[in-house]
């Protein structure tokens, strides 16, 4: 059996770019059982599970145990289910409910993104309380806020609302084992909610088959709690490509690597990096250390050769001022080649706000034109009626003056340069896919590259253009590294101009699709887990 251990947090949204998902589910495609070993607090587990495919036999969760839970199946409370005073008033609002009592606010109702109430916040003499709600249908957590807006206590609980454990916050933090608790805790008291799911995990870990693998993804939290079990049990430990060394506890990181079996990182410049601190400890002597990449490539070419427009989609990344000289580079290429359209992928509204201004000074200053004119909005209405066939004699009307005046032309070159420009705010998975299978150029020259973006490109057969070298881009073959931004309009010519070009970065990615396919990835993890 094949135990993984990755750091999930209810809040996170895009489990899909997880590291440890994709480890699980190349297991299961691959028929190796495994088990989720969730250490965090998680108490919407099941619809998060479920969104991606986890079954409720593939994980275990510490705080489970902890608070002494031991109901299975369940339905999520319903507004009527709330023990709210009969005198209350609700009013529904886009972004919750509000609780009033005697005109005066009581509280309020806030959802999740599955629909279900997540929590319930309410005030009392000074106290600001927050109600945290199980998806099996019980209260779970109860946090209480002071005046201050300092947390001063928070309470968990099994489902008959008896509290297993109290965690303080005010004086010296504690926390307090219930008499409701679990008996498997051998203390009655502890310092940190860490050493208590230490604890629990210890318990765990002697219930465990003997034939067995541990992997463990590398956070400060969880090399506090797994530091219980490291010295019993043989370890591996994930050191992903984006794990910054220098930001976890010393102590415990060098600690962890020592007693791991395994270190297993996903590139070769993180690899490097990991043989050299093993030179420099001789204690690190019998750690041995594997390259693995954890996002697989599959065939999944797209069809951007049927495509009129040449697409390019641009993962935006923080906006800075490098991003707004390329968003110059990108506006000025849609306006100089009309065959070319650009998706941005940005993390908010906000940010595509900010970078609309910017196109708009940009473009509207090139044609000598104002996309807030009424004679703007009249031809572009036009326009797209056209384009759409539902071209009705009101609408020839309406740009009839505007068509004799000589800012006509520059009106419809504007509005066909706006037309090719589109926004993705914080995409999924899917919705990705499905973009790659147009896209004829992937572009990310931001700080921080994404490793399953390249290889979701690579699948699509789609070139890339990057600012840092990774084990999935050849320079020249299936993409461009640049150094400046003054380089990108070359790199996008380089693909899009240039059709052999393009067909050398297919052939390569073909290639690189095969050499980081899932069958080869497999036989690297059966390689460390018999070695």
Not at 72 to 85: A, F, K, R, T
Not at 369 to 378: G, H, L
Request: charged share 30%; aromatic share 10%.
């Amino acid at each position: 059996m094949i135990y993984l251990i990755p750091n999930w947090k209810q809040s996170d949204n895009h489990l899909e770019n997880d590291r440890m998902l994709n480890i699980a589910r190349l297991f299961s495609r691959n028929n190796e059982k495994y088990e989720l070993l969730l250490l965090n607090y998680l108490p919407f587990l099941r619809y998060k599970a479920q969104e991606y495919t986890i079954f409720s036999d593939c994980y275990w969760r510490a705080y489970d145990d902890m608070q002494n839970i031991h109901l299975v199946n369940g339905h999520p409370l319903s507004i009527e289910d709330l023990n709210l005073p009969r005198t209350i008033e609700k009013v529904y609002t886009p972004f919750g409910t509000v609780l009033l009592n005697e005109n005066k606010t009581y509280g309020e109702i806030f959802y999740n993104k599955y629909g279900c109430i997540e929590k319930v916040k309410t005030f009392d003499n000074g106290w600001t309380i927050f109600d945290y709600y199980d998806d099996r249908g019980f209260l779970s957590s109860k946090e209480y806020i002071d005046f201050a807006g300092n947390m001063s206590k928070r309470e968990y609980f099994n489902e008959f609302g008896e509290t297993t454990v109290i965690e303080n916050f005010s004086g010296t933090p504690q926390i307090i084992i219930g008499e409701a608790g679990n008996d498997l805790l051998k203390e009655k008291n502890y310092q940190t909610i860490n050493e208590v799911i230490s604890d629990i995990l210890i318990h765990k870990a002697a219930t465990l088959e003997e034939q067995k693998e541990i992997l463990t993804v590398t956070e400060n939290n969880l090399l506090e709690i797994t530091k219980g079990i490291q010295d019993t049990e043989d370890m591996i430990r994930i050191i992903s490509d984006n794990d910054h060394l220098r930001s976890f506890q010393q102590d415990r990181l060098f600690e962890g690597i020592k007693t791991s079996k395994y270190l297993v990182t996903d590139t070769s410049m993180k690899e490097q990096e990991l043989m050299k601190i093993k030179q420099a400890n001789s204690s690190l002597a019998d750690t041995s250390i594997a390259r693995i990449p954890m996002f697989n490539t599959e065939l999944n070419l797209g069809m951007s050769n049927s495509v009129v427009q040449m697409i390019m989609y641009w993962r935006v990344g923080e906006l800075d001022e490098s991003v707004y000289k390329a968003n110059e580079v990108f506006v000025n290429n849609l306006i100089a080649h009309s065959r070319h359209s650009l998706i941005y992928e940005v993390e908010t509204v906000l940010e595509m706000s900010k970078l609309q201004d910017r196109q708009k000074a940009l473009i509207d200053d090139y044609f000598n034109v104002d996309s807030d004119s009424e004679d703007f909005k009249k031809a572009e209405h036009f326009i797209e009626a056209k384009r759409m066939k539902r071209l009705y004699k009101t609408d020839e009307l309406a740009v009839e003056e505007i068509r004799k005046k000589d800012s006509w032309k520059a009106l419809v070159k504007a509005i066909n340069v706006y037309h090719r420009i589109e926004f993705r705010i914080n995409p999924t998975l899917l919705s990705v896919q499905n973009d790659f299978q147009k896209v004829r150029l992937y572009i990310d020259v931001s700080k921080e590259y994404n490793l399953q973006m390249q290889s979701l490109a690579i699948s699509a057969g789609i070139p890339q253009v990057v600012k840092r070298s990774t084990d999935y881009i050849e320079d020249k073959k299936n993409g461009i590294i640049i150094q400046r931004t003054s380089e990108l309009d070359d790199a996008i010519n380089y693909f899009l101009k240039n059709l052999n070009n393009w067909n050398n970065s297919l052939v390569e990615n073909v290639r690189l699709i095969e050499e980081y396919s899932p069958h080869n990835i497999m036989e690297k993890w059966r390689d460390v887990f018999n070695g």
